[in-house]
């Protein structure tokens, strides 16, 4: 049991790899912002490094940290699970519904520029990945106050995505004060991999957690044939997907708006991304009954009296559809001292199988001329802590653009084995991305 709750800390504390970084989003130099909204266009047209011209990771997760996972007992840390932490002292720090994810996005290809009229125009390709889970606290709660009850886990899901995306994008003035921004993409799926509980019964009692659990498994381009559960899941994730047999394809868009007020110093923005849809062609399906048992009540243990057995059935699967985690994305700035500095709210949704994840983000943005722009933030909802603060800094002189930042830096810490470990921080967004700075340089979408 000890090793895993070690792994889960691992996961959570030390994973470093969302494609969108929210502190980006009120950076006038930087071309990331229009992944957030199309209509958000840089200062001037780019081109992007290969690899380098846009790197972005993210880890999600609204439950688990350090400072709910070990505790000290007696001059020794232990894990949430010991015996002298108390079931309402653990469960209190949880949220009814668990969600953690993982996106990664790399930039292959990516250019921008405005043309006389003042359009602004970009394309790229974009290679993108992420894995979302949702379950409920549900289980914590019985192995943590063991006694009769029964468990609900029908909530859980877990979905994995892997693809290219090409895309085409403008951002033009309707007036004097709306600009719109749409990208169109077309998108190529590589791996796709889902399960959801479709039936699940577990009751405890004061010594044991019986249950039975019972999920469909669907992934793409291969077809798996294994009669064990776990062998089938690993050649789901670990095995090469056969390429020649993921003919697998979608489309997706991205919408937006901003409104210039007051003399351009409230802008008041909002977006939808990723509204779309893969299309896979090649696959298999598996029905997964599971049994499974836990005796003793000795959770820091190696000894527990634990295991499982299941039944699956695997068929080739007909053709399905996926739709992407879309977003939506809300914005509202005010600009003083000549828009030298700006404060900004920023309200981003994204929806998960099973769960809506949501967070409010802000910032105060500091510009010196035309050429450097830096920005601080701290993310409300999603069970943040305070102590946990953003920051991007973006380098956009003609020629050169270098921007580096990340949403969630901890700054409150506590040393294990003489290592220093973030105590409050439960997600992690990083970006960097390196290109060239070309064109005129312009203020406003429209600008002639």
Same mark, same amino acid.
């Given at each position: 049991?000890?090793?895993?709750?070690?792994?889960?800390?691992?996961?959570?504390?030390?994973?470093?790899?969302?494609?969108?970084?929210?502190?980006?989003?009120?950076?006038?130099?930087?071309?990331?912002?229009?992944?957030?909204?199309?209509?958000?266009?840089?200062?001037?047209?780019?081109?992007?490094?290969?690899?380098?011209?846009?790197?972005?990771?993210?880890?999600?997760?609204?439950?688990?940290?350090?400072?709910?996972?070990?505790?000290?007992?007696?001059?020794?840390?232990?894990?949430?699970?010991?015996?002298?932490?108390?079931?309402?002292?653990?469960?209190?720090?949880?949220?009814?519904?668990?969600?953690?994810?993982?996106?990664?996005?790399?930039?292959?290809?990516?250019?921008?520029?405005?043309?006389?009229?003042?359009?602004?125009?970009?394309?790229?390709?974009?290679?993108?990945?992420?894995?979302?889970?949702?379950?409920?606290?549900?289980?914590?709660?019985?192995?943590?106050?063991?006694?009769?009850?029964?468990?609900?886990?029908?909530?859980?899901?877990?979905?994995?995505?892997?693809?290219?995306?090409?895309?085409?994008?403008?951002?033009?003035?309707?007036?004097?004060?709306?600009?719109?921004?749409?990208?169109?993409?077309?998108?190529?799926?590589?791996?796709?991999?889902?399960?959801?509980?479709?039936?699940?019964?577990?009751?405890?009692?004061?010594?044991?957690?019986?249950?039975?659990?019972?999920?469909?498994?669907?992934?793409?381009?291969?077809?798996?044939?294994?009669?064990?559960?776990?062998?089938?899941?690993?050649?789901?994730?670990?095995?090469?997907?056969?390429?020649?047999?993921?003919?697998?394809?979608?489309?997706?868009?991205?919408?937006?708006?901003?409104?210039?007020? *007051? =003399?351009? %110093?409230? !802008?008041?923005?909002?977006?939808?991304? /990723?509204?779309?849809?893969?299309?896979?062609?090649? $696959? @298999?399906? *598996? =029905?997964? %009954?599971? !049994?499974?048992?836990?005796?003793?009540? /000795?959770?820091?243990?190696?000894?527990?009296?634990? $295991? @499982?057995?299941? =039944?699956?059935?695997?068929?080739?699967?007909?053709?399905?559809?996926?739709?992407?985690?879309?977003?939506?994305?809300? $914005? @509202?700035?005010?600009?003083?001292?000549?828009?030298?500095?700006?404060?900004?709210?920023?309200?981003?949704?994204?929806?998960?199988?099973?769960?809506?994840?949501?967070?409010?983000?802000?910032?105060?943005?500091?510009?010196?001329?035309?050429?450097?722009?830096?920005?601080?933030?701290?993310?409300?909802?999603?069970?943040?802590?305070?102590?946990?603060?953003?920051?991007?800094?973006?380098?956009?002189?003609?020629?050169?653009?270098?921007?580096?930042?990340?949403?969630?830096?901890?700054?409150?810490?506590?040393?294990?084995?003489?290592?220093?470990?973030?105590?409050?921080?439960?997600?992690?967004?990083?970006?960097?991305?390196?290109?060239?700075?070309?064109?005129?340089?312009?203020?406003?979408?429209?600008?002639?």
């Amino acid at each position: 049991m000890k090793r895993v709750i070690l792994s889960l800390i691992a996961l959570c504390a030390v994973v470093t790899a969302s494609a969108q970084l929210k502190t980006s989003y009120f950076m006038k130099g930087s071309y990331f912002r229009t992944d957030l909204n199309p209509a958000l266009a840089p200062t001037r047209g780019y081109v992007a490094l290969p690899a380098i011209g846009g790197l972005g990771v993210d880890l999600s997760n609204n439950a688990f940290s350090m400072r709910n996972l070990t505790y000290k007992h007696e001059g020794e840390t232990v894990t949430a699970l010991h015996s002298s932490v108390s079931a309402d002292q653990f469960l209190s720090t949880l949220p009814k519904k668990i969600s953690i994810a993982n996106s990664e996005q790399v930039n292959i290809l990516g250019v921008g520029f405005y043309n006389r009229r003042g359009t602004y125009w970009n394309f790229g390709i974009n290679m993108r990945s992420y894995l979302a889970f949702t379950t409920n606290r549900d289980l914590f709660a019985a192995m943590k106050s063991l006694g009769n009850r029964s468990i609900d886990m029908r909530s859980t899901a877990l979905d994995m995505n892997i693809y290219a995306e090409a895309y085409i994008g403008a951002a033009f003035a309707l007036n004097d004060w709306l600009d719109f921004g749409v990208r169109a993409k077309g998108l190529w799926g590589l791996f796709n991999a889902n399960a959801f509980a479709t039936e699940a019964d577990v009751t405890t009692s004061r010594t044991e957690i019986l249950g039975t659990l019972s999920a469909q498994v669907r992934g793409a381009g291969m077809i798996i044939n294994s009669q064990d559960a776990i062998g089938a899941l690993e050649e789901l994730i670990l095995e090469k997907p056969d390429l020649s047999q993921t003919n697998n394809g979608g489309f997706a868009v991205d919408l937006g708006v901003n409104a210039s007020l *007051l =003399d351009r %110093r409230l !802008n008041l923005s909002a977006a939808v991304t /990723d509204v779309g849809f893969i299309r896979w062609t090649k $696959g @298999a399906t *598996l =029905d997964v %009954r599971g !049994n499974f048992y836990y005796r003793g009540v /000795d959770l820091d243990s190696e000894q527990v009296d634990a $295991g @499982a057995s299941s =039944d699956v059935q695997s068929q080739e699967s007909r053709s399905y559809s996926r739709f992407l985690n879309a977003n939506l994305n809300v $914005g @509202a700035e005010y600009a003083i001292l000549d828009e030298q500095i700006s404060f900004g709210l920023m309200w981003h949704n994204q929806l998960r199988p099973n769960y809506i994840w949501s967070e409010l983000t802000a910032s105060v943005n500091f510009r010196a001329g035309r050429w450097f722009d830096v920005s601080f933030s701290h993310t409300f909802l999603g069970r943040n802590r305070p102590g946990v603060f953003g920051t991007a800094i973006n380098i956009h002189p003609n020629g050169f653009n270098l921007f580096v930042g990340a949403d969630f830096i901890d700054t409150t810490f506590y040393r294990s084995s003489e290592i220093l470990v973030p105590k409050n921080l439960k997600s992690l967004s990083l970006y960097i991305g390196l290109g060239f700075n070309f064109g005129k340089y312009r203020q406003y979408i429209g600008d002639m």
